[in-house]
């Protein structure tokens, strides 16, 4: 299994920016995609952003030209470049990872809270 510790939530006022990173325990050609998940209080979670092993990436809608996905092989860290953050952003967010032998992993989440 995969372990994965995510950092770098916090407060925010709208409009501005913060970084996410995820790093797992297990190296780069271990896992085959990584992924950004959020959720807000009374809400499913939602899939935010993916990143492939080789460097493809997928994003929401809602957030489409505000946050960046992008993976460190050599730190076996992901992260989330949020910018342009709006109130509707506060949520826990949460990294998975799917590994090349099929079994994917959760951690435990970090805050984000954007302030209007």
């Known amino acids: 299994q995969v372990q994965l510790v995510e950092s770098g939530g916090g407060l925010v006022q709208a409009g501005g920016s913060l970084r996410l990173s995820c790093a797992a325990s297990r190296s780069a050609d271990s896992i085959k995609i990584m992924r950004w998940y959020r959720q807000a209080p009374g809400k499913q979670r939602e899939l935010v952003a993916t990143i492939t092993s080789s460097g493809v990436t997928d994003y929401v809608d809602s957030v489409k030209g505000r946050f960046t996905i992008s993976r460190d092989n050599a730190k076996n860290t992901v992260y989330l470049q949020m910018n342009s953050l709006k109130p509707e952003d506060t949520a826990v967010y949460y990294c998975?990872?799917?590994?090349?032998?099929?079994?994917?992993?959760w951690g435990l989440g970090t805050q984000v809270t954007v302030s209007s």
């Open positions: 998975n990872a799917l590994a090349s032998w099929g079994v994917a992993s």
